[in-house]
Every structure is written in C-alpha cells, then in structure tokens.
C-alpha cells in the first residue's frame, strides 16, 4: 500500500503516535508530519520489488507447483520447464525470476511439511469493513434494452447494501461509486475488500502484496480508508457482494 496513505490512516483512524509511526516506518518525525499533511496523488514508495516481473502469472505457476506437488520427482516439471511453459502462457520475463520463485516455494514447502488449505469463518466488528463489487445487469431504458454496470457496495457487519448504476466501468465511475456510497451511509468503513479490478490494482505480487493505482490511492488518502485485495481465484475471501439479481430495496438502488 502507499506508505504516505497507510500513515495517515494509522494516525488519524488507529491513532498511532507519531513517534510510533516513525519507528514502524524508520522515518524521521518530521517527515512522518510532511506525510500527515499530504493529500494530492500519493507518490507509490515500495520498500523492495518482490517478483515484479513475474506479475499475474505468479497464480499460474503456484497452481502448477501445487499440483505437481505429490508427483515423483521424474514427473515434475524443473524451473527451466515451467519458465518454458509461462513463456507459452505469455510471460516475458526472464528465467532469473522464475528459477528464484521455484526455490522460494519449495523451501516454504520444506518448512512446512504438514501444510494443509484450511477455511476460517469471517467475523467482523461493526464498521470495519466494507466489500465492493461490480456486475453485468440489463434493464431497459425508454423501451430499449441496454447493458448497464452496477457497482455493489455490502457492510459485512450489518449486511445493509448499497448499489448504483453505470453505463460503463471506468475508474472516474468507482471513484464516483464510493463517493456516492460513503455518502448513503453516512460514514467510511476502516476497510474496503475488492476483486482486483484494473480500476483498483495495477499489479499483483505474491500473497497480498499489492501495487494500488495511484489515482485510487488519492481516494483513499482522503478517506482514510485501507484497501485490501482479494487473493485471486479466493472467492470466500469477499462472498457477501451478490449480484444484482437478489430482490434489492428500491431505496437502496440508484441511477447515475
């Protein structure tokens, strides 16, 4: 996440001190009040690049390594293989990446021997998070039927829903969909969990690391918000966004 976000969200909404956020950060208290003060685009500051190149294909090849996993060893693929395969699949990246992350992954596996995939029930307080989605609908506008987007806003703590409709997906009309929401409910949850819509997410790394676009992040630097990426293909992570096709309270529902 932006770091100059992430402070002002810790400061203002967690109320961490400006001494804590200077340790956490290992920044200077003077540079952590300059960030304070900062609300225009956020300039994107990571502290390492973890398998830039390798991007969106990082899923391909974790689901590769897992399914190879159990497979005698003459059965699995070697990083060259694999690096060979993505090539296939589009990557154009160098194999550098690919052998580091192969590695990477059989190690955690050698520490973790006993590692199973386990499910665990979402619980959250009120006000804290707030999931967002997009879907595909069709009404009919003047007798003519017509594709709409509809953007979907659900508190997962008191389930109350917010929807409103677009006649595209573009960013200008996320940006206006949460403005539009925050304002229905009167607030601003700590958190908002998204699918990585382009609108939101610029790139993804391994696990939860995340580039956010730099105009959201302006967005939510304002608001004071945390934004959180599902992991792909996780659909348990954000089950509580559901399409449009559930019966909906008219007042819930607006046009723009």
């Not at 402070?7 to 109320?15: G, K, S």
């Not at 730099?214 to 959180?228: G, K, S």
């Not at 599902?230 to 309270?249: D, H, M, R, V």
Request: charged share 25%; proline share 5%; hydrophobic share 40%.
């Amino acid at each position: 996440m932006d770091i100059i976000a992430e402070i002002r969200r810790l400061h203002f909404v967690e109320h961490e001190s400006i001494s804590a956020l200077a340790q956490t950060f290992k920044l200077s208290r003077p540079t952590i009040r300059k960030h304070l003060k900062t609300v225009e685009e956020p300039v994107y500051l990571r502290k390492t690049q973890v398998y830039q190149q390798l991007g969106s294909y990082i899923e391909q090849l974790n689901a590769w390594l897992d399914k190879e996993a159990s497979l005698p060893r003459k059965q699995k693929r070697t990083a060259q293989r694999l690096y060979e395969c993505l090539q296939v699949e589009g990557y154009r990246g160098g194999y550098t990446a690919v052998q580091r992350y192969v590695k990477g992954w059989k190690r955690r596996q050698a520490n973790n021997p006993t590692i199973k995939q386990a499910f665990v029930p979402l619980a959250f307080p009120a006000g804290e998070t707030c999931q967002f989605d997009w879907s595909h609908e069709t009404v009919e506008l003047g007798g003519v039927a017509q594709a709409i987007k509809v953007a979907h806003f659900r508190l997962t703590y008191s389930r109350q829903m917010f929807v409103i409709a677009y006649p595209r997906e573009t960013q200008e009309m996320v940006l206006d969909a949460h403005n539009q929401a925050f304002t229905f409910f009167g607030g601003v949850p700590k958190r908002m969990v998204y699918d990585n819509l382009k609108a939101v997410v610029d790139a993804i790394f391994v696990g939860k690391e995340r580039r956010f676009n730099r105009r959201f992040m302006t967005l939510a630097n304002h608001y004071l918000f945390e934004p959180v990426a599902c992991t792909p293909e996780s659909g348990w992570e954000k089950g509580q966004a559901y399409p449009l096709a559930i019966f909906l309270p008219r007042s819930t529902v607006r046009m723009r």
